[in-house]
């Protein structure tokens, strides 16, 4: 009950916040990215959290979204609400084909698996044609029940409603007997199974219910965005910074993903647009036409996904549960 | 009239050219305290693992309940009212020990309020109710041994197989769980009993099969079984007679 509360409290905090920032499309394209990855990472930890199987290729259920979205709003007129629950058949489609099969072996395959399929999927897509293949898809504008969807506040709401569910989803989860089951499973597969739990039943429950909530947010992506290729939608390292935000955040706790992403997506954003490189020519610490100065401006940009990599390893080291875990050392 | 409730017919279990179980035959009637008793290495804990899906078996049948389980899961055979505790404990180690029996009472109840009664009882049953919101890692191994059985005691099992229950218990607790297996008993759960304590397992068992490197040595009542001159050689010989 407790935990319900703070959801609604965030979330109407979060509502608030559009109307106290006013038009600022850089600030709001922020607090959506921020808002995605929150869902990406809570509902990733529905799967690695609770039930303890790390899938390194979510970026999968993110693009069958996506790509299932622009797809058919490129093709048909069709309302694109009913795009995303299509969306969320095909990505329940490719997470029940891997469950069944990984499901019944033991150990880390689901991990590999979970890889694989990931490649599999956008090598396909790369290379079929009505996916648009290396080209990706471009969209003309939409509209929604009228509302023009060029303008960033309705998907702000969209990407807020998605995360509450993921968040409300997790709070129930944390206290019901799919939740509990999930975690038997995390601690000890044997016990769980002698408990009376069909492991594989509720790993391939956990999985699709990760699946078909990343797919939604790759839809809502798709139509914030309308352009959208394989190298934005179904790369390794969308997958990749899903677990991280997950990890740094705190797996298996309510707020992790949430905290990880309000942590990540400004400090990924900030390496991107090299504020930081800039801070240190301009503060004189590095002269610019130096061979430093030089070689930051050149790779800083591309450097977020290495300090992921170092916050990470220094997380697993020092906080293994993460930044929330330092709030519930005493307990 | 006296119903058996399991049947093991000429079971078998090999690994690889090891033989675990060999050929062991034996019925379990209804409401019994079955010991199952033998040196180190004799093919107790794999017959456990035989009979609740864990390994599968190499040759023979298993019969619960009147139904083949030979081929189910563990899972399955956990839900048809057998369900087993293991030898080397397994708590799930973050979660807290009201949320491990839960766990178990959840297989009777899909409601989280009545799993946590029924836990909250059995916690007390075993007397563990003061460490309910420990997480279950933390226990010492005694209490540890209580877990598990406050865990299955949760589903309220048909069949109890006890894999060394008391190993590692002193008198007094080794005691206390003796008194909560004739009580379970009493109400009605047939129980299958490994133990090396043979001054627990003659006190308690109604009768005992001893195995001796996978075979069926002996079955009978504690009397005959402490009196039998090849189970005194082969396993009280060694210095373990009460
Ligand atoms: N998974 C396994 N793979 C290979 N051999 C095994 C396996 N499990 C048990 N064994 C072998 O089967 C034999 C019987 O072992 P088991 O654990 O059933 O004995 P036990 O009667 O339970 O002994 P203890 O009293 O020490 O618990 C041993 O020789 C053991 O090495
Ligand atoms: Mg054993």
Redesign the interface.
């Known amino acids: 009950m407790k935990e319900i509360a703070t959801i609604a409290i965030f979330g109407l905090l979060a509502a608030l916040l559009p109307l106290l920032i006013g038009e600022n499309p850089y600030l709001t394209g922020l607090l959506i990215t921020i808002l995605m990855m929150a869902s990406l990472s809570s509902a990733w930890n529905i799967l690695g959290g609770f039930a303890g199987q790390y899938s390194f290729g979510h970026a999968a259920y993110f693009g069958a979204g996506a790509y299932t979205t622009m797809i058919l709003l490129s093709r048909f007129t069709v309302n694109p609400l009913l795009t995303v629950l299509a969306g969320i058949g095909v990505a329940c489609m490719i997470a029940l084909l891997t469950g069944t099969i990984v499901f019944r072996l033991r150990g880390h395959y689901f991990a590999l698996a979970s890889i694989a399929v990931a490649e599999i999927v956008r090598l396909s897509v790369l290379n079929f044609e009505f996916t648009g293949g290396a080209q990706g898809i471009l969209l003309a504008d939409v509209t929604l029940w009228g509302v023009d969807l060029n303008s960033k506040n309705p998907f702000y709401y969209g990407m807020l409603v998605v995360l509450l569910c993921t968040l409300f989803l997790t709070a129930y989860l944390k206290?019901?007997?799919t939740g509990?089951?999930l975690?038997?499973i995390r601690?000890?597969q044997?016990?769980?199974?002698?408990?009376?739990?069909?492991?594989a039943r509720y790993k391939n429950r956990a999985l699709l219910m990760s699946a078909a909530l990343t797919s939604v947010t790759g839809s809502l992506y798709a139509l914030y965005i309308r352009f959208i290729d394989t190298s934005a939608v179904l790369d390794l390292r969308l997958s990749i910074e899903i677990i991280l935000t997950a990890i740094i955040g705190g797996v298996g706790t309510l707020w992790g993903a949430v905290l990880g992403a309000l942590l990540l997506v400004p400090l990924a954003e900030m390496l991107r647009s090299n504020v930081l490189g800039d801070l240190l020519v301009k503060g004189g610490f590095i002269p610019e036409t130096s061979t430093l100065g030089l070689f930051l401006k050149e790779n800083l940009a591309h450097a977020h996904v290495l300090v992921y990599g170092i916050i990470t390893v220094l997380c697993i080291l020092y906080l293994p549960k993460g930044i929330l875990g330092l709030f519930r050392r005493r307990k | 009239m006296i119903q058996h409730i399991l049947h093991i017919t000429h079971v078998s279990k090999h690994f690889g050219g090891n033989v675990a179980v060999s050929d062991v035959s034996f019925s379990v009637d209804e409401k019994e305290i079955f010991g199952l008793i033998g040196p180190n290495g004799a093919g107790k804990t794999t017959l456990f693992n035989c009979m609740?899906?864990?390994f599968p078996v190499t040759s023979g049948d298993i019969i619960f309940d009147s139904k083949k389980i030979n081929t189910l899961?563990?899972?399955?055979i956990?839900?048809l009212g057998m369900?087993?505790t293991?030898q080397r404990v397994?708590?799930?180690?973050?979660?807290t020990v009201l949320?491990n029996v839960?766990?178990?009472a959840?297989?009777i109840t899909?409601?989280?309020g009545e799993?946590n009664i029924m836990a909250m009882e059995q916690l007390h049953a075993v007397g563990l109710s003061d460490y309910a919101t420990k997480p279950a890692g933390s226990l010492p191994i005694g209490l540890k041994k209580k877990l598990e059985l406050a865990?299955?005691l949760a589903?309220r099992p048909k069949m109890l197989l006890l894999d060394e229950i008391c190993g590692g218990l002193n008198h007094t607790e080794t005691d206390s769980i003796l008194a909560i297996i004739r009580a379970v008993r009493n109400s009605g759960t047939t129980i299958v009993f490994i133990e090396h304590d043979m001054k627990a397992v003659t006190s308690i068992c109604d009768r005992i099969v001893v195995l001796n490197s996978g075979e069926k040595l002996a079955e009978g009542t504690p009397e005959e079984i402490t009196t039998n001159p090849a189970v005194i050689a082969a396993y009280l010989g060694g210095g373990h007679h009460a």
């Open positions: 206290r019901s007997k509990y089951y975690q038997a601690e000890d044997d016990a769980a199974a002698s408990l009376g739990i069909d492991i | 609740t899906g864990f899961r563990p899972d399955q956990c839900r369900v087993r293991w397994k708590p799930l180690g973050s979660l949320e839960m766990i178990g959840f297989s899909n409601a989280t799993a865990r299955v589903s």
